[in-house]
């Protein structure tokens, strides 16, 4: 019968993994947690910056446009008799 358990494939001494102690599992778990939060935090930062900085730059767009054209408009008027 221990024959057919080893030819099954079930942990002998030789594959069992030892764990690590409670304690570097806790903290390891607690560094990677702090890993993700930080990178989370780090993409909504990028993600903030270029949103505001795209959101700037299409505003600064519209009113150059719109400047432009009230200039256009101006020297338009401007050369009628």
Known sequence: MTAAILAV???T???VATA???ASRRTSGG???W???VT????LMILLVVGVAGASGALMWRM????AGLTARAAAT???P
Not at 40 to 43: E, I, T, Y
């Open 78 to 80: 401007a050369t009628l």
């Open 64 to 67: 150059l446009r719109l400047r």
């Open 40 to 43: 989370v935090f780090a993409m």
């Open 20 to 22: 690590p102690p409670a």
């Open 9 to 11: 494939g079930a942990p």
């Open 31 to 33: 560094v990677s947690q």
């Open 35 to 37: 890993k993700r939060q």
């Open 13 to 15: 001494m030789s594959t």
